[in-house]
């Protein structure tokens, strides 16, 4: 076992519903009125059978959410709950003994196999307070005699372990009125319908309630976890400040120049003696303009060089430069879909991709282009969609980090700021066709090693594309000559105009990810933020920037993951970079960087430098166009607390094993 191994072992072993008695039947005058009707109906009465049929596969688990002691299916891999048939616990309630065989028949069938069927509310009431009942859906008649499905509704509003957690859809086959459907709507059935049943309405119905209810727990349970997660950050953010105290001032000391003339802009304009004059309009005028040029952007890195700070994270910020600063010295088949809680948990942050096969992944790039109805609106062709994935896969190499899981987990983290995050309202159909491709062939063809060595080295790359940023132009070149062969074009049916600028939101987002243009871009992004203005979809450079920071935050998620994947991660790039240091050791050619030397540095030192220097600040920037981007943050302030801890460990280690040498020598 290596000294890492040992170190993160011993670390990571220090990290790391009362029922309700039935109710008065002291019922409104509606009971009375319901009794001669229910009398001429067929009062023969069945014993009850109740189907409790228990569901368990390897990769889930049932788990109470606390509301009402329901069930969802639970993920433990992801965290995902999703509401899968055969686990769901359904209530029927109806007195005519023909329905509820066929109601039975049709649910069973359909895949539902927790049924308690009853013949009566009273009957439905007491299985509801069985102290181990947990029930996800019930399903009444509206009018039975004594208690109807409008009694039991209500009943179950105020019973304290259900109340409006549990939803309840009422039908009739007597009263057709939409005065009595609007009725059972407004006392809280969740939809009503009319009999005779028919099955596929039935069950559409019946999956739609759930589905529905589910998303309204997420949604409940999200704005929980936001509330959480924001005295989280704070608390976080502190303890990280001391942990990090070091780069957080050399992280002050990185100013550009558009930020010093930004703030004595912003000086002179809060002076109320400028109100009424023309000069506080073109004052206002010039700090909207000069954002947009670059060169005003770039930091003043040279002169944070000459600063006092530690080795690793002064041999980081240097590779993370504009490139000028180094010297030179036949047909696959597609795999099927996989399972739909797959599909859905591609929506969460916390998604494993090294719990799939790579065909596995293709299936679900697949999908992230489905689900947003690229398909349709710009005609891709199936085939040429797929042909294409296995192309760009197969043009991933087999490196430490930079292969085709970090391409799927880069576009899956896309994915889920688009569609969960919020990010895709601020943006057209064409803008995430491009993203979602930018995200995919944002690495495609790296050979795992840096833009800094490749020039060095004079590498081919480095002479086709004159030393700037080599490795981010081979990607975009690479994709978009995949793109143009026939069987794999996906643009075929785009307009001149529609090419055109996807090929150029493609490029810019890709060249984004050239850690050499870091400081360039936060700077810009942190400008628009302190507009204090919404980001405009109807603004092209608005829409742009964002492109940009998705992508390039997607790229560095992994320092904001959850802590198991966050360290799978970080060990996988630092890996990459000590087999490059190893190389450069050999050769001996130029001196090893700091961080890329397996001899003087650790992954968790790296990591640590890394979010420190980079991650956070973007995060919070882009967290004040997302809010919902903060969960990743604290998760990240998380991370780093952790990492200190193995630093910790390590060079106490370290200490020791330099102590034991001294003895030995001695």
């Known amino acids: 076992m290596s000294k890492d191994e040992k170190v993160m072992k011993s670390t990571s072993d220090r990290i790391v519903n009362s029922s309700a008695g039935s109710p008065s039947r002291n019922s409104s005058s509606r009971n009375s009125n319901r009794t001669s009707s229910n009398n001429n109906r067929n009062n023969t009465t069945s014993s009850t059978t109740t189907t409790t049929t228990t569901t368990t596969t390897t990769e889930a688990s049932d788990e109470d959410d606390g509301s009402g002691g329901r069930k969802w299916r639970s993920n433990s891999a992801r965290g995902l709950k999703t509401f899968i048939m055969g686990d769901v616990s359904l209530l029927v309630v109806d007195d005519d003994p023909v329905q509820r065989m066929v ?65 309840v859809i009422l039908m009739s086959g007597e009263d057709k009125t939409e005065e009595t459907a609007a009725s059972a709507i407004s006392i809280g059935s969740q939809d009503f319908l009319y009999k005779p049943l028919i099955k596929p309405l039935f069950l ?63 000086n002179i304009l809060s002076d109320e003696s400028l109100r009424d004059l023309p000069v506080k309009q073109e004052l206002e005028n010039i700090f909207l303009t000069i954002r947009t040029n670059k060169d005003l952007y770039a930091p003043a890195i040279q002169e944070l060089l000459k600063q006092e700070m530690n080795p690793e994270a002064k041999s980081l910020l240097l590779s993370c430069t504009e490139n000028t600063l180094a010297r030179r010295a036949s047909i696959p088949t597609f795999p099927v879909v996989v399972r739909q809680d797959s599909i859905a948990g591609l929506k969460n942050w916390d998604f494993n991709p090294f719990l799939y096969t790579d065909k596995d ?42 292969n085709f899981y970090h391409a799927f987990d880069v576009m899956q983290t896309v994915y889920c700021i688009l569609s969960t995050m919020g990010g895709a309202v601020y943006l057209t159909h064409l803008d995430i066709f491009a993203l979602l491709t930018a995200a995919l062939c944002h690495d495609v063809g790296h050979p795992g090693l840096t833009n800094t060595f490749l020039i060095n080295s004079e590498n081919e790359l480095a002479m086709l594309y004159n030393d700037r940023s080599v490795l981010e132009c081979h990607h975009s070149s690479l994709a978009f000559r995949l793109l143009k062969k026939p069987e794999y074009d996906l643009l075929k049916h785009l307009s001149p105009l529609e090419k055109k600028e996807l090929r150029t939101t493609i490029i810019t987002c890709i060249m984004a990810t050239d850690m050499a243009h870091h400081f360039t871009n936060t700077a810009k992004l942190e400008q628009r933020v302190k507009l204090g203005k919404t980001f405009d979809r109807e603004n092209k450079d608005d829409r742009l920037m964002l492109l940009e920071a998705i992508l390039k935050a997607a790229d560095i998620s992994n320092t904001g993951k959850p802590w198991p994947l966050a360290l799978e991660w970080a060990k996988r790039v630092a890996e990459e970079g000590f087999l490059q240091g190893d190389i450069e050791r050999k050769e001996n050619k130029w001196p090893v960087p700091e961080h890329l030397d397996r001899t003087k540095t650790t992954f968790a030192k790296n990591t640590a430098n890394f979010i420190d220097l980079f991650a956070i600040h973007l995060y919070k920037l882009i967290a004040e166009v997302l809010p919902d981007i903060k969960i990743a943050l604290a998760q990240m302030y998380e991370n780093r607390k952790n990492l200190a801890e193995i630093i910790k460990e390590q060079e106490k280690e370290t200490q020791q094993e330099k102590e034991t040498q001294a003895q030995n020598s001695a």
């Open 103 to 167: 109601l039975k028949r049709w649910l069973h069938d359909a895949g539902y196999k927790n049924l308690t069927m009853c013949e009566s509310g009273q009957q439905a009431w007491e299985k509801l307070n069985e102290p181990d009942a947990k029930f996800d859906l019930v399903v009444t008649d509206l009018m039975m005699p004594e208690v109807g499905g409008d009694m039991l509704l209500e009943w179950i509003k105020n019973h304290p372990k259900y109340g409006s957690s549990l939803p």
């Open 361 to 402: 992944l293709l299936a679900l790039i697949k999908n992230m282009f489905e689900s947003f109805g690229l398909m349709e609106r710009f005609q891709i062709p199936v085939q040429n969609l797929e042909q294409f994935l296995l192309a760009v896969q197969k043009h991933y190499h087999n490196n430490q980090y930079h």
């Open 204 to 266: 559409r119905k019946i999956t739609t309630v759930l589905e529905n209810m589910l998303i309204k727990e997420r949604e409940a349970a999200y704005e929980t976890l936001m509330k959480e997660k924001e005295e989280e950050i704070k608390k976080l953010t502190s303890e990280v400040y001391l942990l990090s105290n070091e780069n957080i001032k050399v992280m002050k000391a990185i100013e550009s120049p558009i930020e010093g003339i930004a703030r004595t802009l912003s």
